[in-house]
């Protein structure tokens, strides 16, 4: 494939967190049980005034202000989300409009639960291939949804990253991607409901795993790799334990997995998982460094990337917005109560 | 009465088998059984089989009619009929099967069980089940089955000083036998203080001492036993058959750590086995939770009532044990798709009868019981083999 891949990429992470085990105390469980069977200690929680509008705002602008662009030269805009903040009427019109790339630019909404980001990812890379624009900007970006007392609720978080696909002064060059998708309904939400359905363990071996394991082997297979080629691996990571366990199902090892995996500590930010998990990489990747990355949606499907680093990327401005650490680390605790009120959990008349 | 014989044997892997339909695992089971009897199925008079639930878990009733046409044997329009007894449904419809040889009507019979359980969301699986519970006197008041076998276990522990440990020690051996079933969901050994450890359902109920959702079927052929040799080398004789019931829900019961079910059928099964429980070698006893297996030991005569903690303890129901007990991994570890295990019982008896158990083989095994039950012991269903 020739040259394409990422110019720039920017994260954002809401500011709140509610510990999993104050999550546990609220509904009578044993918060070590919980927290060590998810392996989640904590997780991102958005404000009043955060949705997946202002965190792809907020994305989209620190990948901007890191790389020289004209925002005009953004031909293409597409957020995957499965929480986006209206049923109609784009998100990606709002963050068009917010960087300034408005109005000669294709703009769609994307939704294939957790996985929609990185299904945007190959998107751009194909509208730039085809030259049909210069760059393209993907975001995967969400303030996901759990019923109170789902399990999904020590999980479901808010976060996105936005990454920037060119041609030019690429800092990452995505080698190749492919994609393996099945119709298994492991989790949905069906329309004009609240919070989403999932099938229990249904969700595991024949949806994250199968369709995880599947899609990295069939791009391994395709370009030629294996496991010990990358320096680091990103998996989607509902919980802190999954990614781990299926890195060690292909044969990569904690080592690799280690950057990417911010699950523990941020929670899953459904479509944002993958993407945040690769700028956490990319703040600290260096040229010639490889990285593997595989997202899953729910429904079911994964995006694979084989992915290395260029010189390009000591030239990035990475200063001029905060990295995921630096995300990660400006927190603010809120308790159970508090994240019912921001997460709209009550109800009255 | 004629005497009758098993000549077949099939069962499909146990487990969350979210790739096969309520009808492949059927017929896969029944398809199973028929080789192994080398019966050719023109020969099949009829067919039962044992489904708890199939309406609600997987939204088809008229399974009898089902069975028959997703195996293949729609041409032969043969009786087939579908029994319900909640957990005993299996082995109510091997016992329907077997009077029906018995009494001469029928010469060559299939009979199978099946539950596909894990096309519904556990939640929904849990209240389907409570429906084999009294609805108006239990159910209705928000108990399922975890919390009616709970306080049986609060009750024995009470009375007889059965401990938390001893209940433990029956998923512990169950877990180890069925390590060594290649059919079984739970295919591992588990240490006593993982199922200590693990999370309380229902006290002194944990996790781990409750039997899984499964998906599976089984099959088995049987035949007038003096058409027997026809087919195999080794047939296994029906020398006894039992069945009781008692009243549904548990409350108005004299002592709730006795199943008078249990008792009454198997002293019909023994009576007509001409057989004491001494003379047994081996059983499948119904183990739906930890605390099931020691009252069965106790109310199957044996060990006294009350010692059935200390027999696990002392392990006398291990494979090598003077009275091994669910060689198969039991419905803990084999699992339990509640339509077949009845009648898988039967074939991890027929197996171990043949001495074709392999690394779970109970030396000279020559009788063998299964022990079959009903939601909380409304109903029980026993059947004594032997090796012709």
């Given at each position: ?349 | 009465m004629k005497d009758v014989a098993i000549i077949g044997i099939g ?11 309520f009808r492949?695992l059927i017929a896969e089971a029944g398809a199973k059984a028929i080789l192994d009897s080398?019966i050719s199925g023109s020969e099949i008079d009829a067919l039962y089989v044992g489904s708890m639930s199939a309406g609600?878990?997987?939204?088809q009733e008229h399974v009898g009619a089902l069975v028959a046409d997703s195996s293949g044997f729609t041409h032969l329009h043969i009786p087939s009929t579908r029994v319900e007894g909640?957990?005993a449904s299996g082995g109510l419809a091997f016992r329907q099967a077997y009077m029906s040889v018995a009494s001469g009507i029928h010469d060559i019979v299939v009979v199978g069980g099946i539950e ?101 079927a089984a099959a088995v052929v049987i035949c007038a036993a003096d058409l027997a040799?026809?087919y ?6 029906i020398?006894?058959s039992?069945q ?95 339509g077949a295990?009845g009648i898988?019982?039967i ?34 269903v026993?059947h ?5």
């Amino acid at each position: 494939m020739e040259n394409i891949g990422i110019v720039s990429y920017g994260a954002y992470i809401p500011r709140l967190r509610i510990k999993s085990s104050d999550i546990a105390k609220a509904w009578g469980k044993d918060p070590q049980t919980i927290t060590g069977g998810l392996g989640i200690i904590e997780k991102s929680v958005p404000a009043l005034d955060q949705d997946v509008a202002t965190i792809s705002v907020e994305a989209a602008r620190a990948a901007l202000a890191r790389c020289v662009i004209n925002p005009k030269d953004i031909g293409a805009i597409y957020v995957g989300s499965e929480s986006h903040p209206y049923a109609v009427k784009p998100t990606g019109t709002i963050v068009a409009e917010a960087i300034g790339a408005t109005p000669d630019v294709m703009v769609s909404d994307y939704e294939f639960a957790c996985k929609a980001g990185t299904a945007a990812i190959q998107t751009c890379m194909a509208l730039v291939k085809s030259n049909m624009i210069k760059y393209g900007l993907a975001i995967g970006s969400d303030t996901s949804q759990a019923a109170p007392g789902d399990a999904l609720e020590y999980a479901a978080s808010a976060g996105g990253a936005a990454f920037v696909i060119g041609k030019e002064n690429i800092i990452a060059k995505i080698n190749e991607t492919c994609s393996f998708t099945t119709d298994t309904p492991d989790f949905w939400r069906r329309e004009g409901r609240k919070y989403p359905a999932h099938g229990g363990r249904f969700t595991g071996s024949p949806a994250y795993f199968r369709h995880i394991t599947e899609c990295s082997k069939k791009l391994m297979e395709k370009i030629g790799t294996k496991p010990s080629d990358y320096n680091y691996v990103v998996f989607h990571q509902p919980n802190g334990k999954f990614p781990t366990r299926i890195a060690g199902m292909l044969g990569f090892t904690p080592e690799q997995v280690k950057q990417g995996l911010l699950c523990p500590y941020i929670g899953n930010t459904y479509s944002g998982a993958s993407m945040v998990g690769l700028a956490s990489v990319l703040d600290v990747a260096k040229p010639g460094e490889r990285i593997f990355v595989t997202s899953y949606g729910s429904g079911a499907g994964s995006d694979s990337f084989d992915i290395t680093v260029t010189e390009q990327i000591n030239g990035l401005n990475k200063k001029n917005a905060p990295l995921v650490s630096q995300l990660i680390a400006n927190k603010e605790y809120v308790d159970y109560a508090t994240y019912t009120k921001y997460r709209d959990l009550l109800y009255w008349e | 009465m004629k005497d009758v014989a098993i000549i077949g044997i099939g069962v499909t892997k146990f487990g969350e088998l979210w790739d096969k339909s309520f009808r492949n695992l059927i017929a896969e089971a029944g398809a199973k059984a028929i080789l192994d009897s080398g019966i050719s199925g023109s020969e099949i008079d009829a067919l039962y089989v044992g489904s708890m639930s199939a309406g609600r878990f997987v939204g088809q009733e008229h399974v009898g009619a089902l069975v028959a046409d997703s195996s293949g044997f729609t041409h032969l329009h043969i009786p087939s009929t579908r029994v319900e007894g909640a957990c005993a449904s299996g082995g109510l419809a091997f016992r329907q099967a077997y009077m029906s040889v018995a009494s001469g009507i029928h010469d060559i019979v299939v009979v199978g069980g099946i539950e596909k359980m894990t096309d519904v969301v556990e939640s929904e699986a849990t209240n389907i089940l409570a429906m084999g519970l009294d609805q108006e006197w239990e159910s209705f008041f928000g108990i399922t089955f975890p919390g009616v076998y709970a306080m049986i276990a609060t009750k024995h522990m009470h009375d007889y000083g059965t401990t938390r440990e001893q209940l433990a020690q029956v998923a512990v051996k169950n877990h180890a036998n069925g390590a060594l079933n290649p059919n079984a969901q739970f295919r591992k050994e588990i240490p006593l203080e993982k199922v200590l450890n693990a999370s309380m359902v229902a006290y002194p109920l944990g996790m781990l001492d409750c039997s899984p959702l499964s998906d599976g079927a089984a099959a088995v052929v049987i035949c007038a036993a003096d058409l027997a040799k026809k087919y195999t080398e080794k047939p296994v004789k029906i020398i006894g058959s039992g069945q009781a019931s008692d009243m549904l829900p548990v409350h108005g019961r004299e002592n709730i750590c006795t199943f008078d079910s249990t008792v009454h059928a198997a002293k019909k099964a023994y009576k007509q086995a001409k057989k004491e429980p001494k003379d047994i070698d081996l059983a499948e006893v119904h183990d739906c939770f930890t605390i099931a297996e020691i009252l069965a030991i106790e109310d199957l005569g044996f060990v006294k009532k009350g010692e059935g903690g200390k027999a696990i303890e002392n392990k006398i129901t291990t494979i090598d044990g003077s009275i091994p007990v669910n060689t198969s991994g039991g419905l803990k570890a084999k699992g339990h798709p509640i339509g077949a295990t009845g009648i898988s019982q039967i074939a991890e008896i027929v197996m171990q009868l043949r001495g074709q158990a392999d690394k779970r083989q109970v030396k000279d095994a020559k009788i063998g019981l299964t022990h079959n039950i009903g939601a909380s012991g409304a109903t029980c269903v026993i059947h004594i083999l032997e090796a012709m």
